[in-house]
């Protein structure tokens, strides 16, 4: 199984662009969720959701839209990019039960310029 | 909202001995789970140990084990016989039980283990 697939693993932008960072799960989990990575502050979570179709917000969810057509899959739009995104994203996924860990992609380290 | 606190920005370890690193966090829950994950160089994040808030017997993973105090809100990670592999940032995590408005994480630890 290849788990959580983040694509890309490096990606500039400028100022004012979007783009989408690509998440896929090949568990069947229904529950997957998106977290920045900044230093001093760990992870913050961005969005998730808990089903095709059912997003909600995290922490810090300005700046960013997801959606959930599939359970495979929940990308990350950024409209139009700033400074302040500049971060390492992580998407993750977990199976139903409360206990279950979360697992994570690679990650992606955006730099917005 | 629920806090995660690491106070140890960084620590070091001789190669073989031991270390413990810090966490503790702040909830007015009682049930709710706890997790240590440790990212290598590699950017990946990888699950250390977890523990339900409602065992009383401390987790241990091989080398790895946690001293939970429910009372202090305190989830301490002990890495016995420490090895090179194990210098990573380790960063400890918190979710309830009530809501799917998943992980709190801490800052983080970065550990340098010395040969």
């Known amino acids: 199984n290849a788990g959580v697939t983040q694509t890309p693993k490096f990606q500039v932008l400028k100022t004012g662009q979007s783009m989408t960072l690509q998440c896929a799960q090949d568990m069947n989990h229904e529950y997957m969720s998106w977290y920045r990575q900044d230093p001093g502050m760990g992870l913050r979570l961005i969005h998730y959701s808990v089903g095709a179709g059912i997003t909600d917000q995290g922490e810090v969810p300005n700046g960013y839209n997801v959606s959930r057509s599939t359970t495979e899959d929940f990308p990350l739009r950024l409209l139009s990019a700033a400074p302040s995104q500049t971060s390492v994203y992580f998407c993750?996924?977990?199976?139903?039960?409360?206990?279950?860990?979360?697992?994570f992609g690679n990650g992606t380290r955006l730099t917005v310029t | 909202a629920q806090t995660v606190t690491q106070s140890q920005p960084e620590m070091s370890v001789q190669e073989a001995e031991t270390v413990t690193l810090s966490c503790t966090y702040d909830t007015s829950e009682s049930d709710y789970y706890l997790f240590w994950y440790k990212q290598p160089p590699s950017r990946q994040m990888i699950l250390v140990i977890r523990q339900e808030a409602y065992k009383q017997q401390n987790a241990t993973e091989n080398r790895f084990s946690v001293n939970f105090q429910k009372a202090a809100k305190s989830f301490s990670l002990k890495i016995s016989d420490s090895q090179l592999g194990d210098a990573a940032m380790y960063f400890c995590?918190?979710?309830?039980?009530?809501?799917?408005?998943?992980?709190?994480f801490g800052a983080g630890t970065r550990l340098t283990v010395k040969p």
């Open positions: 993750a996924s977990r199976s139903e039960p409360m206990r279950s860990p979360l697992h």
């Open positions: 995590a918190y979710r309830t039980s009530y809501n799917n408005n998943d992980m709190r």
